[in-house]
Nanobody
Framework: EPQLVESGGGLVQAGGSLKLSCAAFGFTVDDYAIGWFRQAPGKEREGVSCISSVGTTYYADSVKGRFTISSDNAKNTVYLQMNSLKPEDTAVYYC?????????????????WGQGTQVTVSS
């Protein structure tokens, strides 16, 4: 059974940075679209970023220019570098293995996802 384990969340002041990690087990990350979505209390789930099996990257408009997704195939891990964080970025962040990045970004479908990691940005 495929598994994804997120880490790296925490509490940071506005303007700060965090780097989230998504370690994959039971499959190879470069064979699939791996994305990040977030869920904040009272808000709809939002697709944040995705990296396709051929390395194409996608970002939500709300994070473009601030977040960077990358993949380390040797470690079978996908990262989300988050800079210039804002209070509205506060949410639980999940990584997911999806059939396509379109599925990740629209929330149409997530095949497997992890337990999530909390990101809190104080003002």
């Amino acid at each position: 059974e495929p598994q994804l384990v997120e880490s790296g969340g925490g509490l940071v002041q506005a303007g700060g940075s965090l780097k989230l990690s998504c370690a994959a087990f039971g499959f190879t990350v470069d064979d699939y679209a791996i994305g990040w979505f977030r869920q904040a209390p009272g808000k709809e789930r939002e697709g944040v970023s995705c990296i396709s099996s051929v390395g194409t990257t996608y970002y939500a408009d709300s994070v473009k220019g601030r977040f960077t997704i990358s993949s380390d195939n040797a470690k079978n891990t996908v990262y989300l570098q988050m800079n210039s964080l804002k209070p509205e970025d506060t949410a639980v962040y999940y990584c997911a293995r999806d059939p396509t990045c379109m599925a990740t970004m629209t929330g149409e479908r997530h095949d497997y996802w992890g337990q999530g990691t909390q990101v809190t940005v104080s003002s």
